[in-house]
């Protein structure tokens, strides 16, 4: 909303999986336009549960004049990504949004997500070229900081797997998402697991890779967190990579590896890893709505033991606690509370 009513925004870019049936994003699209900047939207028609409201909100931004692009043909338009470019003191500057959730005002409120918001010109000059890409204005397939399915995530992760595995067991892999089911991937932590790598799976949903199996996988966890939120985000750790962390729209499945438009994120500061990777840590201490997959294919709850620990409780405190200080405190005051309280969480 805000892009929309500055007059100093030019551009606004962005894709639309599932926009839902009311949506304001949308809606502040429309009044951009109208306002005379220039609007270029994605809009999925493919997306599950969602064709309907896809069709409508493609057809009412076409009519006021925004550049409205239908997916590409034979993959399915699946990354979250929003670009606004504005002038600033004579020159343009560009804002990009990466995440792993859609940008739908109900499942925004009962999914657990990560998004990632810069204005690193690296991710920028990706952010232009990808969204090129997608109007069909170039066949720029490959890109320098981010890594687009279906030609670059997967063989990104299988080096990473393959890297991290040379430390044995210093070696440390959390993978996060809602599916495992792609074999190449499964393959590679197999292996990982006999160098002694530290395997810690966090699937809510399917998961084909079977842990504890010795001599294979006795090294793999697998745990899926079950709770009030539904959890969304898709988050792959390496101990030892020199970009710990990266947040994805892509589950490990091939649908979203080889047959989707799909993006990884690096995530380049240290003090966001740091975050991710303590909100990591605190999921694989949960004992409250954590549930672990044996080797029998049977998931078992983790017992209460000690100290009560439920993740989502504790996150949700979190972010509660940051809102409420938005409201009256200074951006540095902020921010340096948000570190002190998932610290203390």
């Not at 009513?5 to 009311?22: C, F, K, Q, S, V």
């Not at 979250?80 to 600033?88: D, E, N």
């Not at 998402?177 to 006999?194: E, T």
């Not at 998961?207 to 090294?219: A, D, H, R, V």
Request: proline fraction near 4%; charged fraction near 25%.
């Amino acid at each position: 909303k805000q892009a929309a009513a500055d007059p100093e925004t030019i551009t606004i870019r962005m894709t639309l999986y599932r926009a839902g049936p009311n949506s304001p994003i949308v809606k502040a699209l429309i009044d951009a336009v109208r306002d005379g900047k220039q609007v270029m939207v994605l809009v999925e028609l493919k997306a599950r549960f969602d064709e309907e409201n896809n069709l409508r909100w493609a057809k009412l931004l076409e009519d006021v004049g925004a550049h409205v692009v239908y997916g590409i043909p034979g993959l399915k338009v699946h990354a979250k990504i929003a670009q606004v470019i504005k002038r600033q003191g004579g020159k343009l500057k560009s804002y990009v949004h990466l995440a792993t959730g859609n940008y739908n005002p109900s499942t925004s409120k009962i999914y657990t997500d990560m998004s990632y918001f810069t204005t690193k010109e690296i991710f920028s000059t990706d952010a232009t070229h990808f969204f090129h890409f997608l109007t069909g204005f170039s066949t720029h397939t490959k890109l320098d900081t981010l890594f687009m399915s279906p030609t670059q995530i997967k063989p990104k992760l299988i080096k990473l797997i393959e890297k991290e595995r040379k430390h044995g067991p210093q070696g440390h892999i959390v993978l996060k998402a809602n599916s495992l089911v792609d074999a190449d991937i499964i393959q590679a932590l197999y292996i990982a697991s006999q160098k002694g790598c530290k395997v810690d799976l966090i699937i809510r949903g399917i998961c084909c890779l079977k842990p504890g199996i010795k001599g294979i996988s006795e090294n793999i966890t697998v745990s899926s967190v079950i709770g009030k939120y539904l959890e969304h985000a898709r988050v792959y750790f390496f101990k030892h990579d020199k970009v710990k962390c990266y947040i994805s729209s892509a589950d490990l499945m091939p649908r979203n590896l080889v047959r989707r438009v799909e993006l990884m994120t690096p995530i380049l500061e240290e003090t966001l890893t740091q975050k991710i990777e303590q909100i990591l840590m605190l999921q694989l201490a949960d004992n409250s709505l954590r549930w672990e997959l044996q080797e029998d294919g049977n998931y078992t709850k983790v017992p209460s033991l000690g100290k009560k620990i439920n993740n989502q409780c504790v996150l949700e405190d979190y972010v509660n606690k940051i809102h409420d200080k938005t409201k009256k405190e200074t951006p540095d005051y902020v921010s340096r509370l948000a570190n002190r309280i998932l610290k203390e969480s």
